[in-house]
């Protein structure tokens, strides 16, 4: 992940979730909207997970939008 987005939206942390990129200021791993996406909304996420806020959510998939256009 970009730094720009590493460190307004996302963090790394060895001692958060193995390492996993985490949404800032949660212990709610990036993986876990991509994999919760395959069945689920993202309004759905968001009310499973509402230390996420929709903007971080929402940056973290128009950034993986872009990288894989």
Do not use: C, H, W
């Amino acid at each position: 992940m970009k730094n720009a987005l590493l460190g307004e939206y996302v963090t790394v942390d060895k001692e958060i979730a193995r390492g996993a990129p985490v949404f800032k200021g949660t212990r709610v791993s990036v993986s876990s909207l991509f994999d919760y996406l395959v069945d689920s909304t993202l309004e759905e996420f968001l009310e499973e997970f509402p230390s996420v806020s929709r903007l971080q959510a929402e940056a973290v998939l128009e950034y993986k939008e872009k990288t894989q256009a």
